[in-house]
């Protein structure tokens, strides 16, 4: 088990309130349990969004393209503590100015690892500033682009398993963060083909 692996998630009920913790590998193993995330969006005053691609030793859902970074706060962690320490750890970049855009829930089973996704997810915008250094970890990102929002939003939907099952809800979230309402989750232990990957939207 990696280190990462071995950190602690706080495990929340639908609403989002704190009911206890436990590791990341027992959080996604089936039928996963619900934790608290956080994906990072980073936006450059252009509107374009930043992707990474997903290192190829990454235990869920590898190489494929997701938001520009996620994680886990440690349980009693703030999201702008947490998600500023992985922007670090993955991208070399931040602290950045981050918004909160939105909240939702969703279920996605990895058909390659048969690990679990099942998270109370914060999505978080942050302000890039043209210039500031991008250092990627390699063990964490395979490659980095920018794209415009609506036009991933469009390749989302044509090629859907070229991206991160959660990416769909995270552009959803960013481009309309009016709705600050949680998805519904797909209930735990659907199988992957009847539960489509990008639940909840995302």
Do not use: I
């Not at 990454?58 to 706060?73: D, M």
């Not at 890039?128 to 991933?152: I, M, Y």
């Amino acid at each position: 088990m990696s280190d990462r692996e071995a950190h602690l998630v706080e495990l929340v009920d639908d609403g989002g309130r704190p009911c206890g913790e436990t590791t990341v590998a027992a959080a996604h193993q089936p039928p996963g349990q619900l934790h608290r995330a956080f994906s990072v969006m980073l936006v450059d005053p252009d509107g374009q969004v930043l992707l990474q691609r997903r290192a190829a030793v990454k235990t869920r859902f590898p190489l494929r393209w997701a938001n520009s970074c996620c994680g886990h706060p440690l349980p009693g962690e703030s999201l702008d503590e947490a998600a500023n320490r992985r922007l670090r750890e993955e991208l070399g970049a931040g602290p950045v100015e981050l918004t909160e855009v939105g909240v939702y829930v969703y279920y996605a089973e990895d058909p390659a690892s048969g690990r679990v996704e099942f998270e109370y997810d914060h999505v978080l915008r942050g302000e890039f500033r043209p210039g500031a250094p991008l250092l990627p970890d390699p063990a964490e990102v395979a490659e980095l682009r920018w794209a415009d929002p609506a036009a991933l939003a469009a390749d989302l939907e044509a090629d859907p398993r070229a991206y991160s099952p959660w990416l769909g809800g995270v552009v959803n979230c960013l481009l309309r963060p009016a709705d600050p309402a949680p998805s519904a989750a797909v209930p735990s232990g659907v199988p992957t083909d009847d539960a489509p990957e990008r639940s909840g939207g995302r």
